[in-house]
């Protein structure tokens, strides 16, 4: 089965702290993503990466950045973490297929939650 | 990705057929319907997706209108596992490079 393990599940840090967020893939997709889900506004795209080194901004981007190192890793930073980035943070990837079998499926992990205080 | 629209709620009984509608009307040709779901604290996780004709898996069932205006996720035989909120979403890529957009989808619950 295909794995996405997020570092921490639960996270409690103060403002203006640095936070990491580590997402590893065992499938050697190619994407990876970053979300953040918060209540009735769904699941927000905040930085995705089709391959290591390449980032791409979202639709939430502003106060984060991305780290792909190694294909199997892909980090969001928060450079100084604030209360208004409280959320659930979800990692997923995905491989590249052609076409004609490409299924469109997202594999996530199993989300972690960031309070900042 | 073209927008969706859920209703936020359904209740369904345990053992019953879940019809969970979608509507898609301003999606595209080559715009395929994905269907994914989110158990409570677990990440969201791919049902089923097509393009024009009806598909089936070992989850579910998906029935796209001829028009493509609008389709209905189908759980045969829902047991209470299948309490989730359950997404619709239009894409062309679906995962590929550039992800997916979520709405807020259906909260849909399962009564015993």
């Known amino acids: 089965d295909v794995k996405v393990t997020q570092s921490s599940r639960y996270l409690v840090k103060r403002t203006g702290e640095k936070v990491f967020l580590e997402c590893v893939q065992d499938?050697?997709?190619?994407?990876m993503f970053w979300y953040r889900q918060d209540p009735g506004l769904g699941l927000r795209l905040i930085y995705f990466?089709?391959?290591?080194?390449?980032?791409e901004k979202g639709d939430i981007p502003e106060g984060y950045s991305v780290s792909r190192e190694k294909k199997e890793r892909f980090s969001l930073i928060l450079e100084s973490a604030s209360t208004n980035q409280t959320s659930m943070y979800l990692c997923?990837?995905?491989?590249?297929?052609?076409?004609?079998?490409?299924?469109?499926?997202?594999?996530f992990g199993e989300g972690s939650r960031l309070t900042v205080l | 990705d073209a927008k969706t629209t859920q209703p936020p709620s359904m209740d369904c009984a345990e053992g019953r057929a879940a019809n969970l509608p979608c509507n898609h009307s301003?999606?595209?040709?080559?715009?395929?319907v994905y269907w994914y779901r989110q158990i409570h604290s677990q990440g969201p996780q791919y049902i089923i997706h097509?393009?024009?004709n009806n598909e089936t898996n070992e989850m579910a069932s998906l029935i796209i209108t001829e028009d493509r205006k609008s389709s209905t996720l189908i759980l045969p035989h829902a047991t209470l596992r299948d309490t989730a909120v359950y997404y619709c979403i239009g894409s062309y890529s679906g995962g590929g490079a550039d992800g997916l957009t979520f709405g807020k989808g259906t909260h849909l619950i399962i009564q015993p």
């Open positions: 097509g393009l024009k």
């Open positions: 990466s089709y391959d290591v080194k390449m980032k």
């Open positions: 301003t999606i595209s040709g080559n715009e395929y």
């Open positions: 499938m050697d997709h190619e994407n």
């Open positions: 997923a990837s995905s491989p590249t297929l052609p076409a004609a079998l490409n299924t469109g499926e997202l594999f």
